[in-house]
């Protein structure tokens, strides 16, 4: 079946760095990803639509400069939180489209800020 | 209002037990509509898709009511393995494909 895989799977950095998250379509092409935000015992909550050749679209809420994403080619989406600190501690999770019913998810990367 | 609403549990059943999880959803115009799993500290997998008509897969049961906004999930003759949390999934209308997702149920199976 179709993979999306995400990298690094865990990371823990100190507050103010930059932390960059791949996503990765493994045998398919994804002209949509999406970027996915879970905080401890709750919903996923989507952050932003990545779409390959154009700008992200990003919910009512987050901050675009903060969380920056770059989709340049068809199996690649990145997520680079800038700046982080300790509130962006969370599980990210992104997705790609497979299908016009299906999508993938990738097994997330947790990323915590001291 | 949330736009979709579980109720969190958690569900504390026995093995072989049938156990029913539900769902409402506010956006009438939603279009989809699906039964996620998620271990913890794991990406959800789908689990099955909801429709109208209903649908069976193995010891899971999906049913949809769109005039009451409403989904539910059966799981009969309950396995260890079933423990996880099931989190309904709704998309909106065809310009949107993102996913919309409720907080989830917990499930435990006890042996």
């Known amino acids: 079946g179709a993979v999306v895989s995400q990298h690094p799977s865990r990371v823990i950095c100190k507050s103010g760095t930059s932390v960059k998250i791949e996503c990765r379509s493994l045998d398919f092409q994804a002209t949509t990803m999406f970027w996915y935000r879970q905080f401890p015992k709750k919903s996923l909550m989507l952050m932003a639509t990545s779409n390959e050749g154009s700008k992200a679209t990003y919910e009512q809420g987050v901050e675009k400069d903060k969380f920056l994403i770059n989709h340049a080619s068809l199996t690649l989406s990145t997520l680079t939180v800038t700046s982080a600190h300790p509130e962006d501690s969370s599980f990210y999770i992104c997705?790609?489209?497979?299908?016009?019913?299906?999508?993938?998810f990738g097994p997330g990367t947790r990323l915590t800020v001291l | 209002r949330k736009e979709v609403e579980q109720d969190p549990g958690p569900f504390n059943v026995p093995e072989g037990a049938t156990v029913a999880f539900n769902c409402t959803y506010s956006?009438?115009?939603?279009?989809?509509f699906f039964w996620y799993r998620q271990d913890c500290r794991k990406e959800p997998k789908l689990l099955m898709s909801v429709y109208s008509s209903g649908n069976e897969d193995g010891r899971f049961t999906a049913q949809l009511n769109r005039a009451s906004q409403y989904i539910s999930l059966l799981i009969r003759d309950s396995k260890l393995s079933d423990s996880a949390t099931y989190l309904c999934?709704?998309?909106?209308?065809?310009?949107?494909?993102?996913?919309?997702f409720g907080s989830g149920t917990r499930l435990q199976v006890q042996p």
């Open positions: 956006n009438s115009a939603s279009q989809s």
């Open positions: 999934v709704v998309r909106g209308d065809t310009g949107r494909r993102a996913l919309t």
């Open positions: 997705s790609a489209i497979f299908s016009a019913v299906e999508q993938f």
